[in-house]
């Protein structure tokens, strides 16, 4: 702490630089009325930081908390502070393109109001997705009804329905810890999430992209506007806009360490992939842009600290890779990696290379598990009771759940946070009813969060706390977005229906059935065997148990409960019950503190 440059206040400045005018109150509610966005609600930020956060901490939630429109360069605007990402507008010859356009359609629709009520009404005329996670683009139909080039990385669709449609149940659970939308926001609450503040609570959105970007150097031109394109790692990409001397870096680097795997999940990223991609943007564009901008934080100015930013982003993630795969190579786990890895001191001391939103903790052990996946090698680990099973033998040998508490008690006092969690975990899995132990719990994982310079850890302890003492946070958002869903290939929406299947319920069952997608000209099959629903595109002639001719949009329908009216059928129309019969449903709000 005492390495940290808190003197220094440039950041601050940039932050500041270029600003217009704020949305005033900085509340933006659905047409019925209901709150999803209320950025005023941080005003405590403005305040000395208390001893119920970490000053680090305390500093970025400052800066990610100021909201407005901000000119960037000639031509480039961002509001900032209405949702978790930035909005970035770049005007054209007869518009505006829009980057990035937030979570929800409301607060996508209030950043461009603020953008019009100062630059004048000018039409949407292009969108850009830089990113496939909900926050870059599920705001579109806020700014626009479709009809303009949408560009976004290839892959960009692969990715959505990989992470919010196949596991998004899950990651939508896990996202109310890591955001704590739930949580009161105050000194002892949330405090924000290191990108930006939290998630927005409105309507999700989707326009499928028109234009792929694939390769290096891709150039495209929207509304006179000049762009040159670089893939990064995953549905990611960053872009110069040559004559404006502005460089688009999406996400790639921030003013702060990002996630190789997020803690809500999603399919683990690759660091050396992402420090050579930063090389890249340093190579072809370090000597091309007077101001670098994000999809969150601030932008940076001039070439020589642009040049800075990247470089020391580039090490940073070269090195996390190159320093796990060091250690695991000589017999290290995850978890004493992660306790064995520091940044280097330039590293350490510069505010971007903080973990406020990943960590060097967790991201070292994504890393492990990129290389490695979940087994340490260890046969002790590699047949373990489940949670509660083993929680329950683990307090049995302990002397019962009293003395567990007991011992955690201990723990607490020695200020031995970690492993008191640990403990008392077990004591609760293994007896939901014992309240001391939830009651204890709960104190620590709240001590655990107010001394956390890592917001997403903050808010998972703080969570976990309000979950013990209160139940289950239930989740803002639905994954069943219909334009997302409507948006699904004919195989992604099978593959959608496959994860749904249970398994032991369909084990004796055995049938086929032909859907032959009349508006699109496809025919289809799935097969359920042994368990396992099997798409086939463009089947062999043999017969199947039942045929169906019906539209894109009728399949939905079908899939969705809305019945067969109008689908043609040819075959036992009970096979589709049987199938229906097996499909199970998930669950939006699973218990996570408790068994």
Known sequence: MADLPFHDRGDFANADRGFIAKLSPGVIKTADGRVIWDNDSYDFLQGECPETAHPSLW?????????????????VYQVRGLDLSNMTLVEGDAGVIVIDPLISTECAAAALKLYHAHRGRRP?????????????????????????????????MEHVVSESVYAGPATTRRAVYMYSPGLPRSPEGQIGCGLGMTVSTGTLSLIPPTVDVTGTGQEETVDGVHMVFLPGT????????????????????????HTVLPLRGAMVGDARAWARSLDEVVSRFGDRADVAFASHHWPIWGSDDIARLLTQQRDMYAYLHDQTL???????????????????????RSWHARGYHGSTSHNVKAIYQRYLGWFDGNPARLWEHPPRESAIRYVECL???????AFARRYVAE??????????????????????????????????????????????????????????????????VPDLIAALTVEQIFDSLAVRVDGPRAWHERLAIDWHLTDLGERHRTTLSNGALIHRADPPGETADLTLRLTKAQLLGLLSGRGVEGVEREGDATVLRRLVAVLDRP?????????
Not at 132 to 155: E, N, Q
Not at 240 to 247: C, G, K, S, V
């Open 59 to 75: 500093r970025q939630s400052q800066l990610c908390a100021r909201q407005g429109l901000y000119e960037v360069a000639d031509g």
């Open 124 to 156: 949407v005329t292009g969108v850009i997705y830089t990113n496939s996670h909900a926050d870059h683009f599920g705001g579109v139909r806020g700014v626009t009804r479709g009809g303009v080039p949408v560009l976004a990385p290839a892959g960009f």
């Open 234 to 257: 995953g549905a990611e990409m960053t872009f110069l806009l040559p004559e404006r001397r502005a460089l688009c870096l999406a996400e790639s680097a921030t003013h702060g360490q």
């Open 326 to 348: 060091r250690l695991l190579n000589k017999g290290l786990t995850a978890t004493e990696i992660a306790e064995a890895v520091r940044l280097p001191p330039e590293l350490e």
């Open 399 to 405: 002397g019962g759940g009293a003395a567990v508490v």
């Open 415 to 480: 200020n031995d946070l970690r492993f008191a969690a640990q403990l008392l975990n077990h004591a609760v899995f293994a007896d939901e009813g014992n309240k001391e132990a939830r009651d204890l719990l709960a104190e620590v994982y709240t001590r655990l969060g107010h001394g956390a310079e890592n917001a997403t850890w903050r808010n998972f302890y703080l969570t976990g706390a309000l979950e013990l003492a209160d139940g289950i946070v239930p989740a803002a958002a639905d994954t069943a």
């Open 587 to 595: 669950v939006p709000d699973f218990a996570i503190v408790t068994a």
